[in-house]
């Protein structure tokens, strides 16, 4: 059973299991699936200022916190306990377009070509991870949500504001991916 | 604590999503070029599970376990799905990851992530500033 937790889940096992918890936070407690909120809810506990946007009552929105911290302990269970060490089993041709922007290294859930402390310090590392950061956290806040928020909750309560911010997520992705992205890898 | 039982769904949020490898920056490049249905099955099948999910809460008018009615609030759109949402999704393709990811790959033992939850801190934050300014 173990070995079989250990194996990657196929999307038809995952997809109902995270769509299962749109009905868990609502029957546990009124919640509503959204996990960008977290950040918000930091900031206004952490460094308001003067922001309007940042003054509110935080602490009634706690569950928030302990939601993400929650998720923090799933990746850890999920990362170290139950992982195979396999590298992640994406398409032929994906890994042709990757091997193209000059990342070579296949091991693990993220490249460690971005993703380590080494990278952090070079100009390429650096870019990648701060600009992707900031536009995660200033988009999803201007859009009112993320994929949590707009694409799960919101699509599955059939609100049309949140298809047209999915719709835009994907123009966005797209324009990063193919546009943006290969003269990003190429020049740094 | 009251608020341990939203840890545990989070364990298992978090714990589904790194399994299935959508806290993978792979994952989202392979979603971003149409070359795999793994993640627009995973997207899928939730957005299926959760609509019928709600469907069945309104229709017998299912109550939370504290008693009080369950209420989903109508979004109200605003310009900021467009502008903000294009730059999310630009976020989402370039560090590969969404913020519910950011915190499972720290856990999964990614520290260098800990770089992207700071900036997407302070994305929100500069944001939260600007607001004002902003069209929606």
Known sequence: MIELLKEPWPWYVSGPLIGISIPILLILGNKMLGISSSLRHTCAAVLPGNVAFLKYNWKSEMWSMFFALGIFIGGFIGGNLLNNGEPVKISAETVEDIKALGINSFEGLVPSDIFSWDAVFTLQGLIILVFGGFMIGFGSRYAGGCTSGHAIMGLSSLQWPSLVAVIFFFVGGLIMTHLIAPVLYSIL | ?136
């Not at chain 2, 604590?1 to 993978?24: D, H, P, Q, R, W």
């Not at chain 2, 376990?65 to 949402?85: H, Q, V, Y």
Request: with cysteine; aromatic share 14%.
């Open chain 2, 1 to 136: 604590m009251k608020y341990i039982k939203y840890m545990l769904v989070g364990t298992m949020f978090g714990l589904v999503l790194t399994k299935t490898e959508a806290v993978s920056w792979f994952r989202i490049q392979e979603m971003f070029r149409f070359q795999s249905f793994h993640m627009y099955g995973i997207i899928g099948s939730a957005i299926v599970v959760g609509v019928i999910s709600i469907q069945i809460i309104k229709r017998f008018k299912i109550k939370a376990l504290g008693g009080e009615t369950i209420s989903i609030p109508d979004k109200k759109f605003n310009k900021g799905a467009i502008f903000g949402g294009t730059i999310f999704g630009m976020g989402w393709a370039l560090a590969g990851a969404c913020p519910g990811p950011l915190y499972a790959l720290l856990g999964a033992g990614y520290t260098s992530i800990i770089v992207v939850i700071l900036s997407a801190l302070a994305g929100t934050w500069v944001y939260s500033y600007l607001r004002p300014k902003l069209p929606h």
